[in-house]
């Protein structure tokens, strides 16, 4: 009961700086972030620049 509250708060984090009001799923994040660091990616922008050129397959 606990891990339904736990991942219910979790499931989409909000970015109030987007003015599209766009949410990401926490496991879309999270996938991202391990891929890229697992590609050598040593910061956010690293993350961000191995996110655009693997978009087709995350």
């Given at each position: 009961m606990q ?27 999270l996938f ?27």
């Amino acid at each position: 009961m606990q891990l339904d509250a736990f991942s219910e708060f979790f499931s989409e984090p909000n970015d109030p700086c987007v003015s599209a009001k766009i949410s990401y799923p926490l496991f879309d994040i999270l996938f991202l972030t391990v891929c890229a660091i697992i590609g050598d990616s040593e910061g956010w922008e690293d993350i961000e620049d191995f996110g655009q050129a693997h978009s087709r397959w995350l």
